[in-house]
């Protein structure tokens, strides 16, 4: 079945450094999603990327889809203690159809030091 | 807007019982609704797909007669996990994705459920 790895499984900063996080699917994904999950929380959408190379940005964040389309990352600049959580991408398989089925890496924890 | 609630927020039962838990669209429809579990420091597992007015589709590994599904109308699925047992100790989670915004991928989260049995 479809595999998304993501790496690495923790990554600890200091206040202003920056950070990366990433995606890669064992097949060819239709999107990709990217959720933040704060600690004791919910996981909370954060951005969709589908077009292939696509790059998005949010203030900070830049979230870049590879290629083949079987590939993402998520990049944090100068890291704010507000961005503690564990970050998921998740892909989707396919297109089309009311099967929203997404498979979710396994997350990686950031944690900030002030 | 797009708010979805899970209840109870965390529950504590006896091996052999069953719990119910609900999962609420309240501020749009939704036909489609799934489930996830979270083990402590993991993943987001899916569990099944439920589908309005149809039978939930489970992944692989899945018990049917375990975690039973419904999902009675466009805003309320319900998990029930049976004859429930401390392995069954976990975090479910149930996301919706809105019926009126048909091209928005987006999958709206519950805050969960942390079930403990013991």
């Known amino acids: 079945g479809q595999q998304v790895m993501q790496i690495p499984q923790y990554q600890h900063v200091q206040e202003g450094e920056d950070f990366t996080t990433y995606c890669n699917s064992s097949?060819?994904?239709?999107?990709i999603q990217w959720y933040k999950q704060r600690p004791g929380g919910h996981p909370v959408f954060l951005i969709q990327?589908?077009?292939?190379?696509e790059v998005k940005k949010q203030k900070r964040l830049t979230f870049q889809f590879g290629e083949a389309k079987k590939n993402s990352s998520l990049h944090i600049t100068a890291t704010q203690t507000t961005d503690v959580g564990t970050y998921f991408c998740?892909?989707?398989?396919?297109?089309?159809?009311?099967?929203?089925?997404?498979?979710f890496g396994k997350g990686t924890l950031l944690t900030v030091n002030p | 807007g797009a708010v979805v609630s899970q209840h109870p927020s965390w529950v504590i039962c006896k091996s052999g019982t069953s719990v119910k838990i609900e999962c609420r669209s309240l501020?749009?429809?939704?036909?489609?609704m799934f489930w996830y579990r979270q083990f402590p420091k993991q993943s987001l597992m899916l569990m099944a797909t439920?589908?309005?007015?149809?039978?939930?589709?489970?992944e692989q590994g899945v018990e049917k007669d375990k975690f039973l599904i419904n999902h009675a109308s466009l805003t309320l699925s319900t998990l029930t996990v049976t004859s429930a047992h401390p392995e069954d100790s976990s975090f479910y989670i149930c996301?919706?994705?809105?019926?009126?915004?048909?091209?928005?991928?987006?999958?709206?989260f519950g805050p969960g459920t942390r079930l403990t049995v013991t």
């Open positions: 998740a892909g989707r398989r396919g297109s089309g159809g009311s099967n929203y089925k997404l498979t």
């Open positions: 501020d749009f429809q939704a036909t489609t």
């Open positions: 990327l589908v077009k292939s190379g």
């Open positions: 439920s589908n309005e007015g149809s039978k939930a589709t489970y």
């Open positions: 996301s919706a994705r809105d019926l009126l915004y048909g091209q928005s991928y987006e999958q709206y």
């Open positions: 097949t060819t994904l239709s999107n």
